[in-house]
DNA sequence: TGAACTATTCTTGTATACACAACATCGGTT
DNA sequence: AACCGATGTTGTGTATACAAGAATAGTTCA
């Protein structure tokens, strides 16, 4: 009831979600230059809605402003991901201990629903609708959480590691043990133990972070010779 | 070495900092209408600066766009901030963790410091000077915590609760309180004791968020006859 | 007299134009 | 030959102009 009324939303919004599409996909890669007249040729409009999004997008960190030197997509160091995975355990750590206190039969029906939708997925042996639905999963328990700020924030954080996350997902038997990860989350939260929900939400959590951080660190070996520190502009 | 190229800042960063100034100190209370024109007059620029001002505030939450009808400063419902104020107590709390296991001696120093001036404002009786030093004192457990976006998360929340943590001081003795709470965490970040400085932290900044709530309640019941929930333009 | 429709006005959203700073290239000097 | 300075070009930052939607007021009809 809402939906029907065609666009009723600014055109900067909708580049700003597109621009951020083509980051986190990896079409733009970080350390791009994102030239204000080529986007906007490229979206066919002019340059102030871009500026206006790309603005927007640099306030959540997407992209980096730099006075009198336009935008770039930031390089994003392993160092600062193994913090936003730190944040985020923490986050969900904390929608789970709110969940497992406060969530109501409606949202423990909809939690076990989405619990029981990975498990098809995860049986299905599809990682791109698992991860869909992994979303839906965690989504349910920031809302149960009964604290609206802190999902937002939570939200806004899975977003920004969602590139980051869905490689994970490939890696051999990572779904599974993601399922069974979420089958103790979800005891937890349903039984009302809200210190087991927490610490069993971060580990869920964390442990993504390092695996990542492993597959980075493995990456790096590979490809740079011993001593490679200046990433500048991909020389 | 940096600060003396006087201005190399976007004008419209400078005029979301006005703004968010205007805001936060009830220049702009709740409710307000932001009209880019009257603002821009206001401020000697064009419109385009503002608008641009406005989107980075909006992003943060400071301001509400709504498409095709303008900003307003958003009402922040007191369970909203009840909400804020619990995430916060938590990020606090996780720098708390953080900042007790890897702390280095420079840091401890800097950490003392500002508690002492924190003591030094409070035997003064000099709120304002206490709530300066406070911010520092604060601030300087994020840094420990060595997560760089931990601390901006911090930082960017205590920034947003600014005003309503003002009132607080004024409350009787709420220095002193304020000021023995921070001896304990010290002693527990400096003693090495991660679970201690999470935990008296996380109570040290709930019960502002506890404190404000009951202010709130106060306030309602003196200014409201005993149903008036439409609240639109200050009628 | 009240309600609904229409026209006007006002504000936002987008496009275009202009000014100025930063980078690059080239020429001169030590 | 290498370094420093001047000039041109590119692209950001701001201002202005224009278009479209929303709010409002006025009018007309029931």
Redesign the pocket.
Known sequence: MQAL?PP????????GESIEERIVTGVYPPGT??????L?ESF?????????A??QLASIGLVE???????TVPEMAPDRLCEMFEVMAELEAMCGRLAARRILPAEQARLLEAHQACEAARQAGDPDLYYQLNEVFHRAIYDASHNGFLAEQATALHRRLRPFRRLQLRVRNRMNTSFSEHAAIVEAILGGDSEKAGSVLRAHVIVQGERFTDLVATLRQMHNPPEAELAQAGT
Chains 1, 2 share one sequence.
Request: glycine share 6%; hydrophobic share 30%.
């Open positions: 009324t009723p939303v600014r055109l900067s919004e909708q580049l230059r994102l030239d204000e007249q080529e906007a066919g409009v002019s340059r102030t809605p871009i500026r206006e790309l603005i402003i730099r006075p009198r030197r336009g935008a």
